[in-house]
């Protein structure tokens, strides 16, 4: 029975092991059994589900994951944590704990060898400064996943989801939005962690995107739109692609690409919707094929 979501337990297992938190990796561990079984409903995980986890932490949430999925793989960077998590998790047999930065892990070889290379369900607390280049490796590293459930700092969590316009919308929200749907499943405060962090989180669910909801002759010229435009905010879309360095056109040129959209030469990259971002790639990718 999952035991770890009640703060007591939490504490006896820190001291037992005379655990120390380390700042360099962000833990915070929750302590809320409702939070966690929130988590699990919006992962909407079954019996049939493989399920990797990021960050188990002490193997709070793992034990969760453990009771409702049919097996888990949970990735731990920190060594110190690995013999609490053979402890706590000793009463299951459908979990297995890698020791290994998850940004070097082959998911797509792990989805393959325990899921059939079906579509996986990924589920993680993840610390704040690492979230975007996690979420952004899952899903341009193209492994098969279904969804993504995860706990993020609030803002983060807000940044996702938001359209043109706003002050949180930019690189990170297109990205999300150009491979999944994202929706915050519930806001946590700061008293339901151990340490309690600064600010507040959010569990939010990146449900994958069967193809993306627009075309694009070239992901990665798209990508490169995309952050030339919100790479110096302040400047106009003209002004920050030109800057940026990345494409062969000159800056009347791409000047004209704009144009050709049919937006204002001095518009903003954050007033761009995610189907203007990518017409104005391929209009980029065909003038570059012109020019070669």
Known sequence: MASLGNSKNTIEVLQKYHFNFQKKFGQN??????VLEEIIDAANITKDDFVLEIGPGIGTMTQYLCEAAREVVAVEIDTNLIPILSDTLSAYNNVEVLNEDILKVDICKL???RNGGNPI?????LPYYITTPIIM?????????????IMVQKEVADRMQVGPGTKDYGA??????????PEIVVNVPPSCFMPQPKVGSAVIRLTRHEKPPVEVQSEKLLFQVIRASFNQRRKTL???LANYGAF???KEELAACIEELGVPANVRGEALTLSQFAELSNIIFNSSAMHN
């Open 29 to 34: 561990f929750l302590i809320n059994p409702g």
């Open 111 to 113: 989805a393959k060898e």
């Open 121 to 125: 369900k990924v589920v993680a607390n």
């Open 137 to 149: 490796g899952l899903f341009e590293s193209h492994v098969p996943i279904d969804s993504i459930t």
């Open 172 to 181: 990170l929200s297109l990205a999300v939005q150009y491979y999944a749907k």
């Open 238 to 240: 003209a002004n920050g």
């Open 248 to 250: 062969s056109l000159t």
